[in-house]
T-cell receptor, first 115, second 111 residues
Framework: GAVVSQHPSRVICKSGTSVKIECRSL??????MFWYRQFPKQSLMLMAT?????????EQGVEKDKFLINHASLTLSTLTVTSAHPEDSSFYIC???????????FGSGTRLTVV | KQEVTQIPAALSVPEGENLVLNCSFT??????LQWFRQDPGKGLTSLLL?????REQTSGRLNASLDKSSGRSTLYIAASQPGDSATYLC??????????FGKGTRLHILP
């Protein structure tokens, strides 16, 4: 079946540094990818929607200059957390439209810890 | 604005029991509803998808129902096993074609 590969699965970084998370669709082309984050005991919240070749659309309250999203190809989207702070520590997960009967396939998630 | 609520937030039951997890949503204009399983620190595993025109879906010991008009869905787990312990998430694909998640129900099956 359709797979979305997300890397890294876990990352620890120092405050002030940047971290890049990759999300690749395998065996299918993902024209649209979604990025979510989940704080402890909270819902998965949509951060942004990215369409291949165009700028991402960010949800209200999500800083676009802090969370850089690039969707340069039909199989790859990246999320870069710039100047990370401890409050950015969270579980980030991507989703791609396509490849599944219902249209959405999820990555395995990335646990980011900023120290 | 679509809101998804899951009750209870946490549940512990002895192995072998049947159980029901509840999900409610505020806007009935949805395309579909999904139930996911999330293990600690892991990604999502899709369990069941119910299209807006459907009433229920079954997979093995799992049965999910959908009453769109009342904004409710239930996930029924039969003959629970310790391996069923996880967080179960309900999510709707709303009228804006976005997926809105509930906070989940943390299920613990006692051996």
């Amino acid at each position: 079946g359709a797979v979305v590969s997300q890397h890294p699965s876990r990352v620890i970084c120092k405050s002030g540094t940047s971290v890049k998370i990759e999300c690749r669709s395998l065996d299918f082309q993902a024209t649209t990818m979604f990025w979510y984050r989940q704080f402890p005991k909270q819902s998965l919240m949509l951060m942004a929607t990215s369409n291949e070749g165009s700028k991402a659309t960010y949800e209200q309250g999500v800083e676009k200059d802090k969370f850089l999203i690039n969707h340069a190809s039909l199989t790859l989207s990246t999320l870069t957390v710039t100047s990370a702070h401890p409050e950015d520590s969270s579980f980030y997960i991507c989703s791609a439209r396509g490849g599944a009967p219902y249209g959405y396939t999820f990555g395995s998630g990335t646990r980011l810890t900023v120290v | 604005k679509q809101e998804v609520t899951q009750i209870p937030a946490a549940l512990s039951v002895p192995e072998g029991e049947n159980l029901v997890l509840n999900c409610s949503f505020t806007d009935s204009a949805i395309y579909n509803l999904q139930w996911f399983r999330q293990d600690p620190g892991k990604g999502l595993t899709s369990l069941l998808l119910i299209q807006s025109s459907q009433r229920e879906q079954t997979s093995g010991r799992l049965n999910a129902s959908l009453d769109k008009s009342s904004g409710r869905s239930t996930l029924y787990i039969a003959a629970s096993q310790p391996g069923d312990s996880a967080t179960y998430l309900c999510a709707v694909n709303d009228r804006d074609d976005k997926i809105i998640f509930g906070k989940g129900t943390r299920l613990h099956i006692l051996p």
